[in-house]
Every structure is written in structure tokens, then in C-alpha cells.
């Protein structure tokens, strides 16, 4: 299994709140997370950070952790508990106060991808004919137009595009989406922050996907159409592809 992760500031941006990346467990099962934190400076950056290195220690400590139920038990208890500290460090450092991150994870095997998310970062499954988006947004909009309100095209430019109603860290308790598909050998998982999401079309990430690059290659392309159409956001893209003929991938763990 190959994997890539690509952060960058964009090209408005005084500093890159977004943070990502992935590691694996004492049996080498693969966890993959992309963070977009929230709050300005000093708040978004721990937000996103902080929930990168509590879930990375955790999942670094697991094992007997194979199944697609106790894969879901484990995001569901782990998400929870970053939730909390991130809710109490908010409110012992006041220079936090009201800090939060959207969260889209992966724990991936051979045979199958857990993911679980919160906010607007989203989860993608792709192969050589299909592009299918595997997370919804928890977002106004999104609201909106799964309710009839706006159409997806009004969606793109709305006023209010950039309002999340849920994200880790803002509240005591939340409610995280988490559910297991399978995959096929060949087969990518894209992770990214909206960043990506709003400037890079469904189709443009697939056909990225199908170039003849490395994976490292890959993400930095996405990345760079992103930023050349302005790159008013932090972008960070992870790419994990369902080859079997290496266990690790071409990037460092944390």
C-alpha cells in the first residue's frame, strides 16, 4: 500500500492551519487523517495538530484492530477523546478559546477502508471509471441543498459557503460519520481539506489520479491547480493507493 500527504499555505494565507498525514499500528495497519483547523492563528494550528498527534499515538499503540466493527469502535472512541481535550485545552488558554478542526480519517486494509469524518474535509474513493465522494459536508450550504432550498450550482457561490455546523473541539460532545466500504487492488483513497475540494473538480482529481507520477507527484499536481486558481485557502491532499506490492509507502509516518 503506497501513500502520499502534501500540505501547502496557498498562495493568501499567512500560515498553513491545516495539518495531515498518517502512520501505522503495531500490526501495520495503515491510518491516514487530513485536519483543517479553525480559530486564526495560535488556535486552528493547535486544533489540527493536536488531533494529528493524539490519534497518531493512539493508533501507534493498537493492535488486534482488524475487523471493520472494531475499527469503527476504535475511531468513534479515539475521535471522542481528541474532541475533549481539545474542548478543555480551549478553555485553560485563552489565546484557543473557540479554536476547532474539521477531521477526515482512514484506517485502510487490503480488503477494506473505515472512514470516519467531521466538517467539511471529505473522503473520496477512485478507480480508472469512477470518482465517488464518501463523505457530506456538515455544512449551511450542504443543508440547503440536500433540503431543496439552493441547487448545487448556487451552492458554489453562496454567501455563507464557508459556515461549518460541525467540527471537533467547539463543543463537548459531537457526532462523528463513520462507516466501512470495500475497495479493489488499484484502487485510491483521496483525503483532502476544501481547500482542494472548492477549486479542483471531481473529474480533474481523477484524472490527476490516472497520470503516469509517482503518488508524491500526484498530490503536489493537485496541489498546484489549486493554486493557480487562486489558492485563497491552506491545501492539503492524502493519497493512499491499494497496491499490493509494497507495505509502505512512499512517505515517512509522523
Known sequence: MKVAFKSDVGQVRSHNEDNGGFTHNKEGVLLAVVADGMGGHQAGDVASQMTIEILSKKWQETDGITTPTTIESWLAEAITDVNAQLFIHSLNNPQCQGMGTTLVAVVCTNQFVTYAHIG???????????????????????????????????????????????????????????????????????????????????????????????????????????????????????????????????????
Open 120 to 254: 467539511d474535509s471529505r473522503a473520496y474513493l477512485i478507480n480508472k471509471e469512477t470518482i465517488l465522494q464518501k463523505t457530506e459536508d456538515h455544512t449551511l450550504v450542504n443543508e440547503l441543498v440536500r433540503s431543496g432550498q439552493i441547487t448545487p450550482l448556487e451552492a458554489e457561490n453562496h454567501p455563507r459557503r464557508n459556515v461549518i455546523l460541525r467540527a471537533l473541539g467547539t463543543e463537548r460532545t459531537i457526532k462523528v460519520d463513520i462507516k466501512t466500504i470495500e475497495w479493489d487492488e488499484e484502487d485510491f483513497i483521496l483525503l483532502c481539506s476544501d481547500g482542494l475540494s472548492n477549486k479542483v473538480t471531481d473529474a480533474e482529481m481523477s484524472e490527476v489520479l490516472q497520470k503516469n507520477l509517482s503518488l508524491e507527484e500526484k498530490a503536489a499536481e493537485l496541489i498546484t491547480v489549486a493554486n493557480e486558481r487562486g489558492g485563497e485557502d491552506n491545501i492539503s491532499v492524502a493519497l493512499v493507493h491499494n497496491s499490493h506490492k509494497e507495505n509502505r509507502g512512499d512517505g515517512d509516518d509522523w
